[in-house]
């Protein structure tokens, strides 16, 4: 059984949607987890004009990132784990070389690979090896990203380039992208993905899971526009993975990391 659990979330609010009923378990078995929020820095104006639209659409026009980092302590203290929140800006807050916006209104969707950004690998290696060393999880869990998005790429690279062959490492389906799309883009050279796992969540813990989720308030309308109902969304994407991966009720489905042959 895991003693001290290491969870690497890209943003504010990943960790909880993806893995949150196993957090719940692992801090109720007795684990000490740690969430660490790689993109949690707090960015000074001016922003991108596609930042200022999602401030806009969170109704977080002052101090967002505070603000959401306040919904993250109060989400993680409900399935029992400590929040550590990064210095790292979200992409929307980022520029490219050149000193243009990284995420440009009319290309919002900046995904994997595209852009090159080659102090920020190395940077977040750095911060998660250091993590590694002063915590010393007998587990770590971090997205498989899925769905590419860039931060999420970002994370899992640099925490698979870091803890890969050293300590069991798990990478959570993200969710809601694996709702629509299955497959996570390839790991780094060295590391392969083993057969993925689902791992049910009790009751207690996918209810603990839904009130973690609620906290994320200003995220709402982004992740789920129009009047979707996210209990029965996660219900059933719950379930059916339960269903495909030989578990009981409802799961979330993971992939063991291992060293490639390559
Ligand atoms: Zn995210």
Known sequence: MATRVLVVSPHLDDAVLSAGGRIHRLASEGAQVTVFTAFAGVPTPPYSPIAEYFHYVWGLETDPVEHRRREDEAALALLGAEPLH????????????????????????????????????????????????????????????????????????????????????HCWEDLPYGMREPEAPDLPVGAEFGPAVAETASDRAWAAKYAAVECYRSQHSMLWPGDVRVPELFDAHGALRARTHAAEGRAELFWPVVPGSA
Do not use: I
Request: hydrophobic share 40%; glycine share 8%; charged share 25%.
């Open 86 to 169: 990064g210095s790292f800006l979200d992409a929307v807050y980022r520029r490219r070389p050149d000193g243009s916006w990284l995420v440009d209104m009319d290309q919002p969707a900046v995904q994997g690979n595209d852009v090159p950004e080659p102090a920020l690998g190395p940077e977040l290696e750095t911060a998660v090896a250091s993590l590694l060393d002063t915590l010393r999880p007998d587990l770590v869990l971090t997205c498989a990203a899925v769905g590419n998005h860039l931060d999420h790429r970002r994370a899992r690279d640099a925490v698979v380039t870091a803890a890969c062959g050293k300590v069991p490492l």
